[in-house]
Nanobody, 120 residues
Framework: QVQLVESGGGLVQPGGSLRLSCAAS????????MGWYRQAPGKERELVAT???????NYADSVKGRFTVSRDNAKKSVYLQMDSLNPEDTAVYYC??????????????WGQGTQVTVSS
């Protein structure tokens, strides 16, 4: 029904930047909240940032001031600009979205994830 596809991950040096993108496709009526989560080896998946349809944002304390989440409703996409990256940011980053289908039923979807590695 719905697919979320992340892109933009990769290897970056400490202090560097990356921009992640996530595009939704399918029989979508409306996308409500969207967000980014991450999971490092041996750790629980944690919230990074969320954004409502009218662009109200929320960030984990660990990324405040360094990451910026945004969205483009026309493109059904959400983005995560990551600046001042440090090794603790290394994780698989997952896109998440609350989607109202054309049937008007709401579901939560996850992307497959994209690897972000911050290392010298």
């Amino acid at each position: 029904q719905v697919q979320l596809v992340e892109s933009g991950g990769g290897l970056v040096q400490p202090g560097g930047s990356l921009r992640l993108s996530c595009a939704a496709s399918g029989r979508i009526f409306r996308i409500d909240d969207m967000g980014w989560y991450r999971q490092a080896p041996g750790k629980e998946r944690e919230l990074v940032a969320t954004i409502t349809r009218d662009s109200i944002t929320n960030y984990a304390d660990s990324v405040k001031g360094r990451f910026t989440v945004s969205r483009d409703n026309a493109k059904k996409s959400v983005y995560l600009q990551m600046d001042s990256l440090n090794p603790e940011d290394t994780a698989v980053y997952y896109c998440n979205a609350d989607v109202v289908l054309n049937t008007l039923k709401a579901y939560n979807y996850w992307g497959q994830g994209t690897q972000v590695t911050v290392s010298s």
